[in-house]
């Protein structure tokens, strides 16, 4: 790259005198600026923290209580779920308003069979499959091959499933009591298995996922060094992963300080871990964001377009089948009031979580992660003494503007190497300082130019003249690196091997 | 000559995208009333300086001066540098499809009664003043949509001349055109010249239009400028020279004359019926290509060769085919691109943004898309191995990029070209066609890509060439098939074959 050889060949001589930076202040420094690099891939985290830490404050701490936190957990999961379905529409450029009765109507399904008519229950739950698959089929072919809108398609699955989900409940509320439903909603993995009132599965899985989240980054930086990509700085790569481990131990801590994993929270980490392999790894999962990214590109690249659109519908289908299970297990009821919304929060979920509504771009982590800063916030205003939970959907409709802005001025940002701009502040302050004096002095040249009526034009010319050469001081050291810095290469990788 | 006023001058201008500086302290001038080129490699920065000079990028994004008529300009947005009579004419042409002629002219700046409402009228009048200007007679009712991209560019001139234009900048505006509308946009400009003073400056990959018509040039080469040169010193060699750095003899390399073999593919009175036109966009096509050859398809624009193509490569556009298609002397019913893929053709489409690439995608995921099962392991995808056949076409084809994670948007359009091809390379066809194969590429990778194809036909590939450049057509098949109005016009072997015949066959049919 021409801008580094540049700005190098002018400090050679200074290098000498340059001191290193203070250890310390260089790791804030590295770690802030590895921040701002990817202030998008955080942003989402960053509100997620802030939000908890709000409403711990505003609950006098119980928000954060083991207890709590389980709660929101489980709250969360069937628009979790939901909103994992959603982020694979909204990523082909499309949007399902029919979810929220759909998955109501499917839970009322399965346990109107099992409570009411007393049929088996793996019957009904295949059944039940069966037309969401067929719903899913028929969603799919009508927005890809007839090429009717999907805001249309789905506005009318979500009136004709409200209608189902109406006449299946008969409009009155029916309560689960088949041990299946009471073991999803309100269950947990091994409950009993505790030792000094911390659960041993909860803390042996945090344990498993800790290892497994370090071996697989590591395995990722191995692969990179293979790919010949840049890995992260040692250091930058150590916070990263102690900041991790320590979430997850929190987690882990809490549910185990609770009752354990619920296995409302079990299967929605299931889903997540199949989606987030499905999409980022398989072929099936290229395609879908293939099709998003450019649906005629897509075509004529031999993916069949319509298919992939009628593959996600039934994908979302299935999901809306295992939330809408999750729900009325939860509550313990199937109810005509319910899934009002649901396909809103999804939506907005995902939406929080950066997806784009101009297709092609979505992660299922991130949008899981909007669920949850979602749902924390009835949860928090209800533990906030003297609140107005009425507020719950102007701040939900705040955090989904303030999000997607914060996405779109986000999109350009640049990286920046805060460790190189301190050397290159100290190498170029000098020069910076004379390109100071020399712009006020054209300032004023020009200024009395213009006060004795003289031809400004070379006056003009030299106040450009000023401000280019500040502006490419202050740009040398805004991409400053710190390699250029330096006089052998940062050690990236000491202890992985270089052959495969 | 050198006391001619300086109508623009842009000083040291410097503008850096992450990890690409893409000017690098270039200084141009143009004289006022002179039709001035800039050409250069893909990537070397040509569009980047337009779009500074508009203010599409403004004023703080790049470093250096933009004076024009003796004022320092800081143009924060198109507006400011419209409202100075500096208007650009970008590759995309910024109609709007579904408005008629006369409101695409005055649609932004529209003539107002009492500054509220549109004054119709007189939008009609002023419009019909503009297009005659630009020598445009069409119906000034219908919709842009339904004109060629010849006449939509000509569209874009009057509206620019109805903005009360000094400087005109044009970005390749000839790419997409052929021989005959670029020689009318050619002899249009030279009229604004001589009879409106209208300076213009003008990119182009086409070194013949610089001969025609420059008054001078700038080359530009990696984000700085080589050589600005006079009427007088303008040669194609010389530019070639500067553009490269290194000499191309003949820009069509040699290859052995075609010796024969067995058919691959061939249409049996085709035709196709689009049902959104309610018309036959092809009629009657029975056309072969055998093992080893390089078949050319010339016509003018919207002739029917692109249709061909896509009723071919799986049918894409649902055309309702009649006829038939053989490939190795059996029938095919090719119902989608992918059975199309599965046969062994590949398309490089004529339109590489819409139907071509995923421009938010990086350079790896754009060219394995086609062959996901090549870099895959049942159904998971390989990203060691995407990551090598990225590494691979980049090399080979030299594409100009700070890495294969670059993400499209952010490549110039001769590079984004390339990783289309090298898309259907990477499919490992039996048979390419190649739809307009070299449009907004310079003439290096013009040459690459004509080496690429040579030795494609040396593996014993079979090629079909789509292209509105008779040069390249003439120096590139094998046999040339012309194509006038959907239907088949002529039929040349490469030794009978010439421009004029050609051009005869496609107006005459
Ligand atoms: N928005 C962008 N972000 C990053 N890099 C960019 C961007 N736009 C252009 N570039 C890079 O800047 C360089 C110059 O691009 P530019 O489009 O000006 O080339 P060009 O001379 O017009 O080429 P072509 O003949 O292919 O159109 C290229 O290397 C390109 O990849
Ligand atoms: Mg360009």
């Given at each position: 790259m021409t801008q580094k050889n540049v700005s190098s060949s002018a400090n050679n001589n200074e290098k000498e005198s340059l001191k290193p930076i203070n250890p310390i202040l260089r790791y804030f420094y590295a770690i802030i600026s590895m921040f701002r690099t990817n202030i998008r891939d955080y942003g989402m985290f960053i509100a997620l923290i802030v939000i908890f830490i709000l409403f711990t404050i505003s609950s006098n701490g119980i928000f954060l209580t083991p207890r709590n936190f389980s709660n929101l957990l489980d709250q969360t999961a069937y628009v979790a779920v939901l909103a994992i379905g959603m982020t694979l529409v909204i990523v082909t450029r499309q949007i399902d308003l029919s979810v929220g009765f759909l998955s109501a109507f499917l839970g009322a399904y399965v346990i109107v069979a099992v409570q009411v008519y007393g049929e088996n229950l793996f019957l009904a739950i295949s059944v039940a499959l069966l037309i969401t698959t067929f719903v899913g089929i028929i969603k799919g072919y009508l927005i890809a091959n007839v090429k009717v809108p999907s805001f249309v398609v789905t506005l009318a699955g979500m009136f004709i499933f409200k209608g189902f989900l109406m006449i299946r409940t008969d409009n009155t509320t029916i309560t689960t009591t088949h041990p299946f439903f009471q073991a999803i909603g309100k269950?947990?993995?091994?409950?009993?298995?505790?030792i000094g009132g911390y659960n041993i599965v909860a803390l042996g899985i945090g344990v498993l996922l800790i290892f497994l989240l370090v071996f697989t980054s590591i395995m990722r930086r191995r692969k990179n060094q293979q790919l010949g990509v840049q890995n992260e700085e040692r250091q930058i790569y150590l916070t990263k992963q102690i900041l991790t481990i320590f979430v997850l131990a929190v987690l882990a801590y809490n549910l185990a300080a609770y009752n354990g994993i619920s296995y409302l929270f079990l299967i929605t980490l299931v889903v997540l871990v199949i989606y987030f392999i499905f999409t980022t790894k398989s072929t099936l999962g290229r395609r879908i964001y293939a099709v998003g990214g450019n649906p005629e590109a897509a075509e004529l690249s031999g993916i069949k377009v319509s298919n992939t659109l009628i593959i996600v519908f039934i994908s979302m289908g299935i999901l809306s089948l295992i939330a809408g299970l999750m729900y009325a297990t939860k509550v313990q009821n199937t109810s005509p009031q319910h899934g009002v919304s649901w396909e809103l929060y999804a939506i907005a979920a995902t939406f929080i979580g950066g997806?784009?509504?101009?297709?092609?771009v979505g992660k299922v982590v991130n949008s899981v992660i909007g669920a949850i800063v979602i749902m924390s916030i009835p949860n928090g205003l209800a533990l906030t003494p003297d609140s107005n939970a009425n507020i719950e959907p102007i701040i939900l409709g705040s955090i989904l503007l303030l999000a997607v802005i914060f996405d779109i001025y986000t999109r350009n940002v640049r990286p920046v190497d805060l460790v190189g701009m301190y050397y290159a502040k100290k190498v170029h302050g000098e020069e910076l300082k004379k390109a100071k004096a020399d712009l006020s002095a054209a300032k004023a040249a020009l200024h009395k130019a213009k006060a004795n009526g003289e031809k400004l034009i070379d006056y003009e010319y030299a106040l450009t003249n000023a401000q280019t050469s500040i502006s490419k001081i202050k740009n040398m050291i805004r991409i400053a690196q710190e390699e250029e810095f330096m006089d052998h290469k940062i050690d990236n990788d000491p202890y992985i091997p270089d052959e495969l | 000559m050198s006391e001619n006023k300086k109508i623009l001058v842009m000083r040291s201008i410097t503008k850096t995208f992450p990890g690409v500086k893409a000017l690098d302290n270039v200084n141009i001038h143009v004289d006022e009333g002179e039709i001035h080129f800039i050409v250069g490699e893909n990537g070397a920065g040509k569009s980047t300086l337009m779009k500074v000079l508009s203010g599409i990028?403004?004023?703080?994004n790049y470093s250096g001066d933009i004076v024009f008529n003796d004022e320092i300009q800081h143009f924060n947005s198109i507006k400011n540098s419209v409202n100075k009579g500096i208007v650009i004419i970008n590759q995309?042409?910024?109609?709007?499809?579904?408005?008629s002629v006369y409101e695409n002219v005055f649609v932004g700046h529209e003539i107002t009664k009492n500054s509220a409402f549109v004054n119709w009228v007189e939008t009609k009048n002023q419009a019909k003043k503009y297009l005659d200007m630009v020598g445009l007679k069409v119906d000034m009712d219908q919709n842009v949509r339904t004109l060629g991209v010849g006449k939509q560019q000509l569209i874009e001139i009057a509206k620019a001349l109805s903005q009360d234009v000094k400087l005109l900048i044009l970005d390749e505006p000839t790419a997409a055109l052929n021989e005959n509308d670029s020689e009318n946009l050619l002899n249009l400009l030279v009229e604004l010249k001589k009879k409106k003073d209208i300076t213009s400056i003008m990119i182009s990959h086409k070194l013949k239009e610089v001969e025609a018509i420059a008054d001078s040039v700038t080359i530009i080469r990696d984000g700085k400028v080589i050589i600005r040169m006079d009427r007088s010193e303008i040669n194609q060699n010389e530019i070639i020279k500067h553009m490269v750095g290194r000499e191309i003899d003949n820009i069509f390399p040699k290859r052995p004359k075609y010796k024969g073999g067995e058919v691959v593919l061939e249409s049996v009175h085709l035709s196709s019926f689009d049902s959104s036109l309610n018309r036959y966009v092809l009629n009657d096509i029975n056309i072969t290509l055998k093992k080893g050859e390089v078949v050319g398809l010339a016509g003018l624009m919207g002739a029917g060769r692109t249709e061909l193509a896509h009723s071919i490569f799986g049918n894409v556009k649902k055309y309702k085919l009649t006829g038939a298609l053989m490939i190795n002397g059996k029938q095919v019913h090719l119902n989608h691109p992918h059975d199309a893929i599965s046969k062994g053709l590949s398309y490089v489409s004529e339109d590489r943004k819409k139907d071509g690439l995923?421009?938010?995608?990086?350079i790896g995921q754009n060219i394995c898309v086609s062959s996901l099962k090549k870099i895959s392991n049942r159904g998971f995808i390989n990203f060691f191995k995407q990551a090598f056949f990225a590494d691979k076409y980049v090399k080979d084809l030299s594409?100009?990029?700070?890495?294969?994670?670059?993400?499209?948007?952010?490549?110039s359009g001769g590079n984004q070209q390339k990783v289309q091809i090298s898309k259907w390379l990477f499919a490992e066809p039996k048979i390419l066609i190649l739809d307009e194969p070299t449009r907004g590429i310079d003439v290096g990778a013009k040459y690459e890509i004509y080496t690429i194809i040579n030795d494609l036909i040396d593996k014993g590939m079979s090629i079909i060439i789509i292209s509105s450049e008779l040069p390249e057509i003439l120096g590139m098949c094998d046999r040339i098939y012309v194509i006038a109005e959907g239907k088949q016009a002529g039929e040349f072997d490469i030794d009978e074959a010439t421009p004029e015949k050609i051009m005869h066959s496609a107006t005459t049919a």
């Open positions: 269950g947990y993995l091994f409950r009993g298995f505790t997806a784009s509504a101009g297709g092609g | 990028y403004s004023h703080g995309e042409l910024a109609l709007f499809p579904d408005l995923i421009l938010i995608d990086d594409i100009k990029t700070p890495s294969i994670y670059q993400k499209l948007n952010n490549l």
